[in-house]
T-cell receptor, first 109, second 116 residues
Framework: RKEVEQDPGPFNVPEGATVAFNCTYS??????FFWYRQDCRKEPKLLMS???SGNEDGRFTAQLNRASQYISLLIRDSKLSDSATYLC??????????FGTGTRLTVIP | DTGVSQDPRHKITKRGQNVTFRCDPI?????LYWYRQTLGQGPEFLTYFQNEAQLEKSRLLSDRFSAERPKGSFSTLEIQRTEQGDSAMYLC??????????????FGPGTRLTVT
């Protein structure tokens, strides 16, 4: 079983739409959680950390449900520039990051 | 540019040849990581260093792979007797060390390896 599972998409949404991505993780001992963004043929970049209480950064809201081992990312008022692959990432142990396969988002004008 | 750099950016090699990649981390970061990413997948952890010590290796790191960080600064990843299945993007990342779970890993642009 994979450490992190997420729907690969693609998600094609119009500008201004709200879109939500979900992922699940298998290791209940996982300690920290992130969403990374990866543009085509570029390196992953941290979008936001995910805290137990949920957190928001502008149009982006991340939620964590430890009981269900479930992480979500909500993007409101989608922009063309949001088009990218969104990687769900879990840190288990001191250092290793486990990445999901990524969910591809295309925002359509 | 003070980010993570990797060299070369692209490498095409024939099956059976050896290749070596270099990563220069952000200068104040003492942790350095190597990941591999294939098409349609997320990055997969290969190994990491704290200073010059290699502290963890993934099962993905077969005996054809070796990584070094001799002076605790730049690192090299060598693949011997390359196979077509080694074709992938090899990503390097660096971070600060410490118990904070929120120390961000910063990724370099990657080296894209194609084995023909």
């Amino acid at each position: 079983r994979k450490e992190v599972e997420q729907d690969p998409g693609p998600f094609n949404v119009p500008e201004g739409a709200t879109v939500a991505f979900n992922c699940t993780y298998s290791n209940s001992a996982s300690q920290s959680f992130f969403w990374y963004r990866q543009d085509c043929r570029k390196e992953p970049k941290l979008l936001m950390s995910v805290y137990s209480s949920g957190n928001e950064d502008g149009r982006f809201t991340a939620q964590l449900n430890r009981a269900s081992q479930y992480i979500s990312l909500l993007i409101r008022d989608s922009k063309l520039s949001d088009s990218a692959t969104y990687l769900c990432v879990v840190k288990t142990g001191a250092n290793n990051l486990f990445f999901g396969t990524g969910t591809r988002l295309t925002v359509i004008p | 540019d003070t980010g993570v750099s990797q060299d070369p950016r692209h490498k095409i090699t024939k099956r059976g040849q050896n290749v070596t990649f270099r990563c220069d981390p952000i200068s104040e970061h003492n942790r350095l990581y190597w990941y591999r990413q294939t098409l349609g997948q997320g990055p997969e952890f290969l190994t990491y260093f704290q200073n010059e010590a290699q502290l963890e290796k993934s099962r993905l790191l077969s005996d054809r792979f070796s990584a070094e960080r001799p002076k605790g600064s730049f690192s090299t990843l060598e693949i011997q007797r390359t196979e077509q299945g080694d074709s992938a993007m090899y990503l390097c990342a660096s971070s600060l060390a410490g118990q904070s779970v929120h120390y961000e890993q910063y990724f370099g642009p990657g080296t894209r390896l194609t084995v023909t």
